[in-house]
């Protein structure tokens, strides 16, 4: 079994890679975006600010990157692959795909963004620590999220229907968080916040393991 | 038609609820004043909201296990009739924070907490009817709201905890449990509770009724 994860797993990478516009696409409109808030705010950003602009910028990437998770994929090929394996490890090989996916994304967001915009006086290693737990957790929400959506009549505009309110909790931790080691403070003098993040990311990767069998079959 | 005992019950708790809740002493407090009876009209409100959204997230469970229509039905109307409470407890609360807070809104942990259960639970009313199929739609919204309800509830009971929260009950700030020396408001928030829970049920038994009939006439 684990076999056919890895395998799986280096297959979406494949797949991806074989469609690198797509790929391209994502860090273009990331590096847009950003371009854009550049523009926007002329360097007059204070750093609070500058932690809640990165993070909305990485939700609507992240929901951006992350549909076609599973809408992507054609029905016939769905339909192949439920041949071969089992639900959890299809879904894990997505996950895990997806998790991968947006941390690459999210650390060139950063260096665009920082490159522009300024950095502020940080505690990089804290700020490096939050934005990748952060990101994995809303790789790990969306990817569900995904899955629901391609199941429903209007499958794009479902995912931000669906993922945003999902996503608040999550979000204004992870925003709390990182705006702590934007002002300079260490991951270990918020441990609590850390740890509760951690805890949320934890249930949703393990309901959406639980659930994922139940979406899966047509 | 006999009614069943709990409705009568329903029925009593609330009159007590409204006769007492307006008539009998509170704490004299400064700010407060009488609004200190929207507990028994507010909070209420919430509690009944999230009882009633974990009947119908066990009625999505059970959907799950059995794949009974049924269940997909109750989970459905007690949703529904969770959405409506939340939208009183938004109001209520808004009305009494703007006597005593001076604004009908604030940023804070446990109004924001309040707003997302709302467009959680719209977002899960907009994806059943995104869906034909009913035994699909049973499904998929079943997950969704098993997924949704337990993000929510980490957001509403614990994070204004972590928070410093304008917030009666948080971040310091004392809850109705310390003016309350004598237990005389709880004499009337906790019946209350169970007055205003019955309701609920009440309202979501009487639409899964109609729905019922609704399927059975289509059959016909």
Known sequence: ?218 | MKLQWWKILAIVLLVYTVVAGFLTDVPRLAILHESIRNLYFHVTMWFTMIIIMLVSLIYGIKYLGSRKHEHDVVAEETAKTGVVFGILGLITGSVWAKFTWGAWWVNDAKLNGAAATLLVYFAYLLLRSSIEDPEKRARISAVYSIFAYSMMIVFIMILPRLTVSLHPGNGGNPGFSSYDLDNKMRMVFYPAIIGWTLLALWIAEVRVRIHRLRIKEENN
């Not at chain 1, 926007?40 to 990437?61: G, H, K, Q």
């Not at chain 1, 650390?107 to 939050?130: A, D, K, M, R």
């Not at chain 1, 429903?152 to 931790?173: H, R």
Request: glycine share 4%; aromatic share 16%; with cysteine.
């Open chain 1, 1 to 218: 079994m684990k076999n056919i994860f890895v395998h799986l797993a280096a297959h979406h990478f494949r797949q991806e890679w074989k469609q690198r516009h797509a790929f391209f696409g994502m860090v273009l409109y990331c590096a847009a975006t950003i371009f854009i808030a550049y523009l926007a705010f002329r360097n007059s950003i204070d750093a609070v600010t500058w932690n809640a602009l990165f993070w909305i910028i990485m939700l609507f990437a992240s929901v951006n990157a992350l549909t076609k998770s599973f809408l992507s994929e054609s029905r016939g090929r769905q339909l192949y692959y439920y041949s071969l394996v089992s639900a959890p490890v299809f879904y894990l090989s997505k996950l895990v795909y997806g998790i991968i996916l947006m941390l690459i994304l999210s650390v060139i967001s950063l260096v665009v963004y920082s490159g522009l915009n300024g950095v502020p006086t940080w505690n990089f290693t804290s700020y490096f620590l939050s934005m990748a737990t952060g990101i994995t957790g809303l790789a790990i929400t969306l990817t569900m999220i995904s899955a629901i959506a391609s199941r429903s009549g209007s499958q794009t505009s479902m995912m931000a229907i669906l993922g945003f309110p999902v996503l608040i909790p999550m979000l204004v931790l992870i925003i709390r968080m990182s705006a702590k080691a934007v002002n300079g403070f260490s991951i270990a003098e918020f441990p609590k916040d850390f740890i509760l993040l951690a805890a949320l990311i934890a249930m949703a990767a393990a309901l959406s393991y639980i659930l994922f069998p139940y979406i899966w079959r047509e």
